[in-house]
Every structure is written in structure tokens, then in C-alpha cells.
């Protein structure tokens, strides 16, 4: 089969001190500390072989995430931005569906021609973090298109616990392409949702959200504001393109944050009252955190999702008056995450499909993830198999 595989060698900055468990696993805890010199290419790999509790699947869509664009990024020193668990050699890849052509023999929930999208966690389920209810904390976690082979390839095998069945999506839409398209979004559009409800604990229908940064991950959280019934919607985005989607999938302001001071605009919309819940989705924390601070309503929430290399100053007198909160958020697994974003989708309450601007097959890969560097796409769709 063909892949997309990322190499990259692992060359530790001079100020990181790799630890143990680093060096015995090969995995990067900070990846943009230790590999260096990136290079992406399609090439021909052995098919996959599935293990009893797996299944095969043929990959239909996969989307580009903006890990796969800082995969391809470069620091001045030419390592990677992406800063989180890696390891390499590693075909990219995490946000898709398929169709299952082939399951193990301990598999009894899925059958050959089932079409499903799956999570790119692969947690192990028996470390005190799964046990406890946190997979997106698992000690000994894989990731798809991170650390192991992903979905940027003809085929992938992958856990039959993974998988999640997208019948009705596919009802909703009545096009098997378009729902296998729509369904590679519930990837991103869960780590989304993860974060806003499950960290964050939601907010009452009727309060103000903000959300920085209008890429995939932004624009999800943008359309599950609005289905779950925020009474105002503002949107920061330097993208027109971008701003655009914000508009479609449901932001009632969208603004260029280069023109206007984000935390003043919010200020007078909210009309000195603040916003109740502010979405960090840009991955510039030590911009956007400030605006947020500086416009919190009392009680209001602050979420961090987007993933950045770099330490924030924050004014905890402003969160201690305010009676404010922030949360951290990682992933997407558990806590009926995945098969509530499928059931928002085929309900018609949640439609991200117009944020899909531009498709490539498989050996056009590596040109849809130059494309996503010019940050002026919403989602980027590859179809392996076309």
C-alpha cells in the first residue's frame, strides 16, 4: 500500500534533557525539542496485518490537522513545531473513516462493510489513568498519525474499540461519500467538544462565547456553541477566508484581531458585562489569554485547546475577583464523546460540512499539507482510495 510517512532524526536540542523512558521507547514527549529536519513523502509500505482484536480498515477520507501542518513547519533550527508525543518514522493521518474489510477474531461488534470513523487516542486501558477514567491521560498512550502508523494510507489497522459506526450519518446524508467525508471530521470536532463540556463543564444556553482562531479545531467549537445555545457568538481570526467559515458555521462577529484589541470589542458587545466562556482554538496562548482576562464575565471560563511550545503570564488577581476558571484540554476519548458529536451530526444540529474547502487524493498529500500552512483553509480532506 502507499503512505504518507513523515521522517525526522532525532536530534535533541542542547537545553532538553531527554528522559529515560524517552530513550527507551523512542517517543518524543516534546517533539518540537527533539526531532529536526523533517521530511515528508508518499511512498510504498506492506500492507498492515491486524491482530485478533483489530480491524482492517480501508481509509475513505482523512483530514489535515493543523499537527500534520506543524509537522511539516519549521523552527529556525529546522525542528519541528509540533509539540507534543511523537515518534518517527510514522505514516500521518488521524482525523478519517473508512470501511472495515477485514476483522479479528475476537471482534464480534463489527462486520466487513461496516463504514465507522475512529479515535486517534489508542489508550491502553489498564493504567491507573484509564481505570480511573481518564484514557486521554493513558500512560502508555499511542496516537495514529503520531507515534504509530496513521490514516494517510490506503489501509489501517486499528482496535475494534476505537471504532464507532457511522450509520447514521451516512442516513442523514444519503450520499456514502459526503458521510464519510463528514464523518472524518468527528475527530477534530470531538477534541472540540471534549474540551467545552467535558473539561470546561459547558456554559448555560444564553451566555457569550469567544472563540480565538477560526481553524478546524476553532470552527467546531464555533458550530457547537451554537448548537448548544450560546446567546452570542464572537470569533478572532487573521484569516478572510477563515472568517468567512466562522460567519457559516454559525458566529454572529468575526473579527481580524490585528485590527481591533479582542478583550475591548468583547467588552462593549457584552456591554461591560464580559463573555462567559472563552475558547482558545489559535495556539498563541500569550496573545489570546490576555484578551481573554481581560473580558471575563463573573464566573466565565477559559479553556486552552490549541497546542503551544510556550509559557503564558497570567494576572491570577483578574481570575480571583472574577471568580474566574481555566482549563487544560487534551483529546477526545471517553465520556460518550465520539458518539454524541456522530448523533449532533445526523440530527442535523451540528453541520460542519462547509467547512470542507479542499480535496486531494493520497499522492497529492504532501501538497494539501502545504496548502494548510497558508492557514486559509477550514478543512483540508484526503481521500486515499479515490
Not at 511512498?43 to 482484536?53: A, H, L, N, S, V
Not at 467538544?193 to 481553524?215: D, I, Q, T
Not at 477559559?302 to 471568580?323: D, F, N
Not at 482549563?327 to 448523533?343: L, Y
Request: hydrophobic content about 40%; aromatic content about 8%.
Amino acid at each position: 500500500m502507499k503512505g504518507l510517512i513523515l521522517d525526522a532524526v532525532w536530534e535533541p536540542k542542547p537545553t532538553y534533557k531527554v528522559s529515560e523512558w524517552e530513550k527507551q521507547t523512542g517517543k518524543a514527549i516534546t517533539g518540537n525539542s527533539v526531532w529536526r529536519h523533517p521530511k515528508l513523502e508518499v511512498r510504498e509500505k506492506p500492507d498492515p496485518k491486524i491482530k485478533p482484536d483489530q480491524i482492517l480498515l480501508e481509509v475513505k477520507a482523512c483530514g489535515v490537522c493543523g499537527s500534520d501542518m506543524h509537522f511539516y513547519e519549521t523552527d529556525e533550527d529546522d525542528y519541528i513545531l509540533y509539540p507534543g508525543l511523537t515518534k518517527f518514522p510514522s505514516i500521518l493521518g488521524h482525523e478519517l473513516s473508512g470501511k472495515v474489510v477485514e476483522v479479528g477474531s475476537e471482534v464480534t461488534d463489527l462486520k466487513v462493510g461496516d463504514m465507522v470513523t475512529v479515535e486517534e487516542m489508542i489508550w491502553c486501558g489498564h493504567c491507573i489513568p484509564c481505570r480511573n477514567g481518564y484514557p486521554n491521560h493513558c500512560t502508555n498512550l499511542e496516537e495514529i498519525g503520531f507515534t504509530i502508523d496513521g490514516g494517510f494510507a490506503n489501509y489501517l489497522a486499528i482496535g475494534a474499540k476505537f471504532a464507532w459506526k457511522i450509520d447514521a450519518i451516512a442516513e442523514r446524508f444519503g450520499d456514502e461519500k459526503k458521510a464519510y467525508e463528514v464523518a472524518a471530521l468527528t475527530e477534530p470536532t470531538s477534541v472540540s467538544y471534549n474540551a467545552m463540556f467535558e473539561r470546561a463543564g459547558g456554559f448555560r444556553p444564553g451566555h457569550y462565547v469567544s472563540v480565538f482562531g477560526a481553524g478546524p479545531i476553532g470552527l467546531a467549537a464555533i458550530g457547537l456553541a451554537r448548537a448548544a445555545g450560546a446567546g452570542m457568538i464572537v470569533a478572532f481570526e487573521v484569516s478572510a477566508p477563515r472568517r468567512e467559515l466562522a460567519k457559516q458555521v454559525g458566529a454572529d462577529y468575526v473579527y481580524d484581531p490585528r485590527e481591533v484589541k479582542p478583550s475591548e470589542v468583547m467588552m462593549e458587545l457584552s456591554k461591560g458585562e464580559g463573555f462567559n466562556f472563552h475558547v482558545e482554538a489559535a495556539g498563541v496562548p500569550h496573545i489570546t489569554v490576555p484578551e481573554m482576562v481581560g473580558s471575563l464575565a463573573i464566573n466565565g471560563k477559559i479553556v486552552q485547546i490549541g497546542r503551544a511550545a510556550q509559557k503564558v503570564p497570567m494576572y491570577l488577581e483578574t481570575l480571583q475577583v472574577r471568580r474566574a476558571q481555566v482549563f487544560g484540554a487534551q483529546g477526545h476519548s471517553g465520556h460518550e464523546t465520539f458518539p454524541n458529536v456522530i448523533r449532533m451530526v445526523a440530527s442535523g444540529r451540528l453541520d460542519l460540512s462547509p467547512i470542507i474547502t479542499a480535496r486531494y487524493d493520497l499522492d497529492g498529500a504532501v501538497k494539501a499539507i502545504a496548502q494548510s500552512t497558508e492557514r486559509r483553509d477550514g478543512k483540508i480532506m484526503v481521500f486515499p482510495n479515490n
